[in-house]
């Protein structure tokens, strides 16, 4: 416990504009001791706290001003993620049992400890790491009432624990957990890697190649499409390489650029949003081309739309009939995803304008 009692003391005469004389005289004690109070060297008796308490008209307790001195769950936490941060798993062993004795049943020192065990599994490759680590994960699992972090769940914790066995080597424990939780395809990659890497059985991982690569295509795309919105909303012309980086990645999976798919869809889409923060800071004939290549890339989809994946890379069963929200067309879309979602101003009514020019020929 830390006592603030010298500190308040001066700063509370401070604010009265005393003196140490003028306080001195108001205690009836000797300027010495109000001097000794304020230098941390002795502290008054019951009788004179209380008095000092009503003439700076404050509670004992806030004239006392103690706080726990580094002893609440978050300053644990904070002490056990700075030894993390250099490594120093030796004291970051020692505060996470500290903290484990003082609040047993805390789950964020448990989840905390276990992540620290799992750090300590990966950079030594130590079994008795990962041991502890799954068992506080486990423990986690059980306190889970008390988490507010939506992010973490019992099969992000599972999967945490799978992770662990991949490192130490139990492979068929992690493919145990790593299939139980496979919701949505979210443990496909790993359990691809398991496969081909660990176990060295490609028919087996190419079972999860496809809906893991699948699942990434989908998760760069709305990625890199939100966050040309959120920098372009931020009048940061990092809107313009996020949609050239995803546009870069979609013609990287063709294996023929002739071979319409059903990615081609939505490219018109992206390309029209780079002409318009293209026209946004300034890059009009860059801007004009990109509209033009998407108009002849949405009339090339419409004439002949494929909803397949057909032509991409990586995937083995490419008359699969891919879903989405956006309409039938890559016009239907292009207003979907573009000038139904971009903030009415002079660049996107330019645009529009061209492409609505285009479409009129």
Known sequence: MQIKLSENIRNLRKEHSMTQEQLADALGVTVGAVYKWEAGLSMPEIRLLMELADLFEVSVDSLLGYTMQKGSVQSRIERIVSFLAV????????????????????????????QMYMAKTMEELSKEAMVKSNALFEQAISLLDQNTDSSINEVTILNLMANNYMVTG????????????????????????????????????????????????????????????????KNDITCISALEWLIGFLDSLKTDPETISHIDKFKPSYLALLAIWEEKFGYKDKAEDHIKEAYMLAMRFDATPAYNMNGLRFISHPDAVSVDIVGKTACEAMDYLVFDRVPKSKASQKIKRLWDELNNK
């Open 87 to 114: 490594k120093d798993y030796e004291s970051a062993i020692a505060e996470s049992e500290k903290a484990l004795k003082k609040y047993p049943n805390n789950f964020l020192i448990v989840y905390v400890s276990a």
């Open 170 to 233: 139990e492979l068929d424990r992690a493919l145990e957990i790593l299939k139980k939780n496979n919701i949505c395809n979210i443990n496909s990659s790993m359990l691809a890697s398991v496969y081909a890497v660990g176990l060295g059985q490609p028919d087996e991982a190419s079972k999860y190649i496809e809906p893991a690569m699948l699942e990434a295509l989908n998760t760069v795309s709305k990625s890199a499409y939100a966050a040309s919105f959120a920098y372009a909303r």
